[in-house]
């Protein structure tokens, strides 16, 4: 193997894992979403046990936890709890205007 193969083979990979990483800082949502749906794909029961346990692995955290516990019903991880929003006792926000100086 020469060196210019490695280097390709070392770069290629370096930027891929940067490129995974960044897209997870940047895009936690549909990230999320999209290991849950590969984890779920590839834990199927008809699946031989190395790719069950590849999709188990793959799985988000929460999803391993069980329930997320935002219970906003996202379905992203597969354990939400109810599909009903939380109530949310907000107060409207109030504009006040700022008095400007007067110059004379």
Wanted: glycine share 12%; net charge positive.
């Amino acid at each position: 193997m020469s060196a210019g193969i490695v280097q390709t083979v070392l770069v290629a990979s370096i930027v891929s894992v940067s490129a995974i990483v960044g897209m997870q800082q940047l895009a936690p949502g549909p990230c999320r979403a999209l290991r849950s749906s590969l984890a779920r794909a590839l834990g199927r029961t008809r699946h031989v046990a190395f790719l069950r346990t590849l999709g188990h692995w793959l799985q988000p955290r929460e999803a391993k936890q069980g329930n997320c516990g935002s219970g906003l019903g996202c379905s992203s991880c597969g354990g939400c709890g109810s599909a009903d929003p939380p109530p949310t006792g907000s107060t409207p926000l109030r504009l006040v205007p700022r008095e400007l100086p007067r110059h004379r």
